[in-house]
């Protein structure tokens, strides 16, 4: 089945960039997106990336996608302390009845150290 | 705020009983989904409804259930629980059926958290 990767956690000092890497197996993915957890929060859409697309940049997020290798990253710019939370990589790709599946990652934490 | 609703924000109950969680979808939205987000699990896809009717199964215990109502509000039944059912139960919402070929993205509500003693 699909399968989604991430590393679990990473640690960055504020001001620094940090970039969360994900690997993904669904070939037929369509869509892959970057969610975010706060403690105590839901998940909040961040961005997302068409599969036909290589890099998004959206203020001081760029996502990369590198379609071949199935890897996708998030780099957060100038990373600040409300920047730490878990992100989740997602992707959509379609289950056997030709609807929309989405997978997500295990979420990697980040931790901002001011 | 996403415009997604959940009620309650906290539920502590013992083994053995039987809860509702309560979601109301972003207005417009037909399609909502069920996750289970645990320590040792991750996020997990339960069930998703479009516009009243099942679409999609994830690893759904026998013991829940769910339905979407005319209204597009839906609730997720958890029955004989277990202390293992302890989690954050996140619902979420999206314009359409979900059909791959466009972008059917999904918004997260705040999530109920469910403590079985």
Request: hydrophobic letters at 30%.
């Amino acid at each position: 089945g699909e399968d989604v990767e991430q590393s679990l956690f990473l640690s960055v000092r504020e001001g620094d960039s940090s970039v969360i890497n994900c690997t993904y197996t669904d070939s037929s993915s369509t869509y892959l997106y970057w969610y975010k957890q706060e403690p105590g929060a839901g998940l909040q859409l961040l961005t997302y990336i068409f599969s036909n697309m290589d890099m998004k940049q959206d203020q001081r997020l760029t996502v990369l996608l590198n379609k071949k290798d199935k890897h996708l990253s998030l780099r957060i710019a100038d990373t600040q302390t409300g920047d730490s939370a878990i992100y989740f990589c997602a992707e959509s790709g379609s289950n056997s009845g030709g609807y929309q599946k989405v997978t997500f990652g295990t979420g990697t934490k980040l931790q901002v150290i001011p | 705020d996403s415009g997604v609703t959940q009620t309650p924000k906290h539920l502590i109950t013992a083994t053995g009983q039987r809860v509702t969680l309560r979601c109301s979808p972003r207005s417009g939205d037909l399609s909502v989904y069920w996750y289970q987000q645990s320590l040792d699990q991750g996020l997990q896809f339960l069930i998703q409804y479009y516009n009243g009717e099942e679409r999609a199964k994830g690893n759904i215990l026998e013991r829940f259930s769910a339905q979407q109502f005319p209204d597009l509000h839906s609730e997720l039944n958890l029955s004989s629980l277990e202390l293992g059912d302890s989690a954050l139960y996140f619902c979420a919402s999206s314009v359409g059926s979900g059909r791959a070929f466009y972008t059917d993205t999904q918004y997260f509500g705040p999530g109920t958290r469910l403590t079985v003693l």
